[in-house]
């Protein structure tokens, strides 16, 4: 097993993160926490490879319609009205696509962080998928106050700023997606290497 202080993850900073000048922001807060940055690249995706980065499978999917419809029974909105269709999978289907044009709307930056549990690490830096439950000191909790319901209503993603992988078996994916192999660059941080 690797050094569970060299756990590698993936981080996206989203079309909102880079148009609302938070790139140093995002990497500030990573740093501040011994994260290391070891790649970064800003570059304009295409639609093929965001398509290819957001699971395909209709687990995925469905869990993605959901929670949409989760949102729709909090907020007494009529899925048939919204979506035209109260079909878990078809929602996720259309939120899904919705997500795919949003993430080529704007350069992106990606990012590999290494670290103590970076995995973990980063997901509690960026905080809760919803801005607007997110909770303050988190970066979406801090910077976005989007809403799923807005967005559905509005037929768009939820716009909440980064992406970061859920677990080690994604980020690995995830960092060979975007980056290949043997992007990582190593060094030593000090004070927290040496
Ligand atoms: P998800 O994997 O649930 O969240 P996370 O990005 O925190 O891992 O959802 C993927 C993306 O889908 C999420 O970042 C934004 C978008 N999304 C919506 O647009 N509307 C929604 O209601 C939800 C739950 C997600």
């Known amino acids: 097993m690797k050094n569970p202080k060299e756990e590698l993850t993936y981080l996206m900073i989203k079309p909102d993160g880079v148009r609302k ?10 740093e501040q926490r011994d994260l290391k940055i070891v790649a970064l690249e800003m570059f304009q995706p295409t639609l093929e490879q965001i398509d290819e980065h957001y699971p395909k499978d209709e687990t995925w999917i469905a869990r993605l319609g959901q929670k949409t419809f989760k949102t729709c029974e909090k907020y007494n909105v009529s899925p048939k009205d919204e979506f035209g269709t109260d079909n878990e999978l078809e929602m996720g289907k259309l939120v ?12 992106l930056v990606k990012m590999i962080v290494q670290g103590t549990h970076a995995v973990d690490m980063v997901r ?24 799923p319901l807005i967005a559905n209503a509005e037929h768009r993603a939820v716009m909440n ?22 992007a990582v660059h190593a060094y030593k941080r ?4 040496e």
């Open 21 to 30: 000048g938070l790139i140093g922001e995002i990497i500030r807060r990573l």
């Open 96 to 107: 899904r696509g919705w997500l795919v044009n949003y993430m080529v709307s704007a350069p």
């Open 124 to 147: 509690k830096i960026v905080g809760p998928t919803l801005p607007n439950l997110a909770e303050m000191g988190t970066i979406r909790g801090d910077f976005s106050v989007d809403s």
């Open 161 to 182: 700023l980064a992406h970061a992988s859920e677990t080690p078996e994604e980020a690995a994916h995830e960092i060979e997606h975007w980056f290949g192999k043997d």
């Open 190 to 193: 000090f004070g927290v290497d």
